[in-house]
């Protein structure tokens, strides 16, 4: 199986457990025409769970992107 068709079969998983809501973001950052931060969030997102919330309070400081992770109505 070539590289192409795996990334496109874990993909095609990764949507079928995406909410509706969140899957244009996904698509758009997979396919490389969106800005760095909203890739940034559809990774933030797709790591907790796509719990807005959670992203606020994420506690993985070891990742790279944690810094950069955008924050839903934080105060």
């Not at 079928?16 to 933030?44: E, N, V, Y």
């Not at 796509?50 to 070891?62: I, M, P, S």
């Amino acid at each position: 199986m070539s590289d192409d068709k795996k990334i496109a079969e874990k993909r095609a998983q990764r949507l079928k457990a995406c909410p509706q809501a969140s899957q244009r973001g996904l698509m758009r950052a997979w396919s490389g025409k969106c800005s760095p931060r909203a890739a940034i969030k559809a990774f933030c997102l797709e790591c907790v769970g796509y719990e807005r919330a959670a992203v606020n309070e994420c506690a993985a400081f070891a990742c790279p992107l944690w810094a950069y992770r955008p924050l839903f109505g934080a105060k």
